[in-house]
């Protein structure tokens, strides 16, 4: 990096009308769903272009072009040569203000010789695509040509880049950049093939020079395939002095903070004076706001900011600000400490304890809620100075507000700090905004949210039920001794009009869905209704709202598709089912067809799995089909998890096998478990070898203890005495990745960002497989103990309700070490969470119950974060089912 002098980025030449996002875009920031409107759409944007009707065709005009693909965001054409499988892909970056005037040029020139490409199919999506949190490997793309060789492609990247020149846009950080325009290229594929990658995951494929298929990488920055040459003609250096980088400027990068599309944040040296100074970093014509301002313009902002408040000593000193290879870089004091959000987790009575097992004692609630209220009380004393002086902070979180060891704060990220009459440029953090207030009414709002959220940090479910808020003010008003006017000021400054109580007028503090007045029947039947709500089958992507990397597996999977839905539905006593599970059950066998050609193969990541609960509800015709393709596919370079690999698929085939299962050949489960326990060995030799282990290699669904269970049924059922000291083997090395914490549990150590003591990964999970280790091998590893990871599975304090990763998990996990001998530590744990579940849920109409997915961003039907695997968790808790965790449990 180089000492630099700081010019403005160029800005569109005059004919390119200024974008200012609609109200359209503050509902995307926000995570909400718009009617997006085409009214600078595909049809607007060249005279040649054309929608596709309603059967998925283009209109076509003579000699030219027909549709590739139309889908939520990119609309393509195809010319009429055929598609090649890869090569030298040309991608042209865009900005809401360039793109319509950009694609009319490329369209034009693709119409004009025959090269296919296709476009972003909204204007909208040109700022989606440039916004702050967007992928960095899209970061402005926003067409994409597929020259026919490299020829073509060295010659269309050259002739766009001159009928673009002077045209501004982003740098496409994937790819190479042609000169210093929004012509970038990347060698990859034209087409979508899959295959697997080194650790068994999958991946966008490019086929070798051998003709294997190989991980298609879109790595940040650049890099080429080993088996591909770099054309010397995308490498040539830009021209003119604009490529001179300058003098290299005098700091040394220690550490990557965070990335964004927006740039990088960095902990760096100052090499003349040796201080730790944090570099953050602003793209041009990247990181767009609702305002339509890109970093650097946000960038600048912020520094006059920082340097108008500079008398504050809640606002971190701002040194420098200077430009370097076009990027802006802000030289900002490094303050010790961490954030608001963390040191809440790190000394919360409700979360961490000497004893977990006893409430917390009045002490610690007092001492917690003294510190709160001397930290809040800073952050209010800023925010008051900052609205005294005409501006708003703009951005309240607990994740921008540092706390020192002394407990003195420092604000962070002004880049949202704007006068208070002007728009805002950020609607703010989801469960701390109200997208309708401006003004000093917008950081009001979120003052008083973040002041719940230190005593209960569930506000992002406030905007999804109007009676949560009185909910959670009341549970933090009794847990932690809060006065009834505490109440009142965050009512009547967060509710939505009209559900404001009388000041004083106080509900049930601990409400829960298991107490005498509603009942396991009457809840069970409110979270069917939800599902049934929420269910949507004329969708070929999912029939129920789950978490967001659901879209990345079949749509039937076991943890994020319908197979988990039925799955909790049917194995559920005193639920009322009717036609619900056969039309679930129909959906999943129709849309677990088209898993066949896909790569997922595992449990709880493809048809396997659905086929494994229609076996379960009484199909054994279908079951059998969907088991099929799934044992048809390779599995030899698939990975060894639970979830998606060879542990999963020995299980399910485990039970499979039995005197009523679906496979003949009872020679089958045991090939599979020799692979298993070969494969297995293997990676527990690798794994030693290697100082710092992959953090992923851990846990019970994805990592080596999830392995272990599955390698030690297979040496009990087959008697192979090494395979079970093989188990034991994976399990201490799961228990090297454990420390121990202030309250004496032992939870998985995350790469020393923080404990955890999940069913997915850490304590809870684990704990399963240990029980059973003791249970039939009489062992336990040195300094480890079930009581150990049970100590980590109580808290009354937790964000997620789901099954894997939330309370669900925890309900049903210490109910089934309570039946494995450990009532007496397992289950008042349970009684705990049962108290507390409904917290989480979710009513949008009275007789309906939800629970949201992973985040708390938006409800989820799903089993592995939302209302099927709370049903799940509950029905074994409460003696409803057996079985409760599909091969495992």
């Not at 073509?152 to 190479?176: F, N």
């Not at 006593?573 to 050609?597: C, M, N, P, Y």
């Amino acid at each position: 990096m180089g000492q630099g002098t700081r010019s403005p980025p160029p800005r569109p030449r005059d004919g390119h009308a200024v974008h200012r996002p609609s109200a359209v875009l503050a509902q995307l920031a926000v995570g909400q769903r718009p009617a997006l409107r085409g009214d600078r759409g595909p049809d607007r944007l060249g005279p040649r272009l054309r929608q596709p009707d309603d059967a998925g065709r283009a209109h076509q005009e003579p000699g030219d072009c027909q549709l590739l693909h139309h889908s939520d965001r990119f609309t393509g054409v195809i010319g009429p040569e055929p598609l090649r499988g890869q090569g030298w892909k040309i991608h042209v970056a865009v900005t809401p203000d360039t793109f319509p005037g950009v694609l009319d040029t490329v369209a034009r020139y693709c119409f004009g010789n025959g090269t296919p490409f296709k476009f972003l199919a909204r204007h909208e999506y040109a700022w989606l695509v440039n916004a702050k949190y967007a992928p960095r490997q899209i970061s402005g793309k926003g067409i994409v040509l597929y020259p026919a060789d490299e020829r073509r492609s060295r010659q269309g990247a050259q002739e766009l880049a001159a009928l673009l020149d002077g045209i501004p846009g982003p740098r496409i950080l994937s790819d190479l950049r042609i000169g210093n325009s929004v012509v970038h290229v990347r060698y990859g594929a034209y087409t979508r093939r899959f295959c697997r990658t080194p650790k068994g995951g999958i991946s966008l494929a490019l086929a070798d020079p051998e003709g294997r298929l190989v991980p298609d990488v879109r790595s940040v920055p650049f890099r080429a395939p080993a088996f591909v040459t770099v054309p010397e003609a995308f490498t040539a250096p830009a021209p003119g002095p604009s490529g001179d980088a300058g003098p290299v400027p005098p700091y040394r990068v220690d550490k990557t903070l965070h990335f964004s599309n927006a740039g990088g944040v960095y902990l760096t040296t100052h090499l003349p004076t040796g201080r730790e100074v944090v570099l953050k970093e602003a793209r041009p014509y990247a990181g767009y706001d609702l305002v339509g301002a890109d970093a650097v313009t946000r960038a600048e902002a912020e520094y006059a900011a920082m340097l108008r408040f500079a008398d504050l000593p809640e606002i971190p000193a701002a040194y420098e600000q200077f430009t370097w290879q076009s990027h802006v870089f802000t030289a900002i004091e490094y303050i010790r400490g961490t954030t608001l959000q963390e040191w809440c987790a790190a000394n919360q009575p409700y979360l961490l304890r000497p004893n977990p097992f006893e409430p917390p004692r009045p002490e610690e609630i007092r001492a917690y809620r003294e510190k709160v209220e001397a930290i809040l009380d800073r952050v209010r004393d800023a925010v008051a100075v900052i609205w005294e002086r005409g501006h708003i902070f703009g951005d309240l979180h607990p994740g921008n507000v540092m706390v020192t060891p002394d407990l003195d704060v420092r604000l962070l990220d002004l880049e949202a700090c704007v006068p208070q009459d002007a728009d805002r440029r950020f609607p703010g953090a989801p469960g701390f905004n109200d997208p309708a207030k401006t003004g000093r009414a917008a950081d009001e709002h979120a003052l008083r949210l973040l002041e719940l959220s230190c005593y209960l940090p569930l506000t992002h479910l406030v905007p999804m039920d109007d009676t949560k808020l009185r909910q959670l003010l009341d549970t933090a008003r009794s847990r932690f001794g809060l006065p009834p006017s505490w109440a009142d000021r965050i009512e009547r400054t967060c509710a939505r009009p009209g559900s404001v109580r009388p000041a004083g007028a106080l509900s049930t503090a601990e409400s829960t869905h298991l107490d005498h007045h509603l009942g396991f029947e009457s809840w069970a039947a409110q979270l069917t209704a939800g599902l049934r709500a929420t269910m949507d089958a004329d969708r070929a992507d999912r029939l129920f709202p789950g978490d967001h990397t659901g879209f990345s597996m079949p749509p039937v999977a076991l943890a994020a598709g319908s197979a988990g839905v039925l799955w909790s539905l049917l194995g559920t006593k005193g639920v009322e089912q009717d036609d619900l599970v056969e039309r679930i059950a129909d959906w999943t066998f129709t849309h677990g067809r088209a898993a066949a050609s896909r790569l997922e193969c595992g449990l709880y990541d493809s048809e396997l799995g659905a086929g494994y609960v229609l076996w379960r509800a009484g199909r054994p015709e279908q079951a059998a089909e969907l088991v099929g393709t799934a044992l048809a596919k390779d599995h030899a370079d698939a990975g060894l998890s639970l979830f998606g690999g060879l542990a999963g698929v020995y299980l399910a085939v485990a039970e499979l096998m039995g005197p009523e299962g679906l496979l003949p050949d009872a020679s089958y489960v045991g090939r599979l478990g020799a692979q298993l326990t070969d494969r297995a060995g293997r990676l527990l030799t690798a794994l030693r070898a290697v100082d710092t282990p992959d953090p992923a290699s851990y846990g019970l669904m994805h990592g080596v203890a999830g392995i272990a269970l599955a390698v030690h049924r297979h040496g009990r059922a087959t008697g192979d005495r090494a395979a079970v000291d093989l188990a034991r083997g994976l399990m201490e090395f799961e228990f090297t990745g454990y420390i121990r914490c202030t309250d004496g549990s032992l939870q998985f150590n995350e790469a020393g960002r923080r404990s955890l003591g999940y069913l997915e990964v850490g304590s809870c999970g684990s704990a399963l497989v240990l029980a059973e280790l003791e249970r039939y091998e009489g062992w336990n590893p040195a300094g480890t103990s079930v009581p150990d990871l049970i100590r980590a599975a109580g808290p009354e304090l937790m964000v997620q309700s789901g099954l894997f990763r939330g309370r669900a998990g925890f309900m049903a996990a210490l109910t089934t070490l309570s039946h494995a001998g450990y009532e007496r530590q397992a289950g008042p744990l349970v009684e705990r969470h049962a108290r507390q579940l409904g917290l989480h849920e979710v009513r949008l109409r009275e007789d309906e119950v939800h629970y949201p997915g992973a985040g708390n961003f938006k409800l989820s039907g799903d089993l592995r974060t939302g209302s099927a695997g709370v049903l799940t968790g509950v029905a074994h808790a409460t003696g409803r089912r057996d079985t409760w965790l599909p091969g495992i449990v």
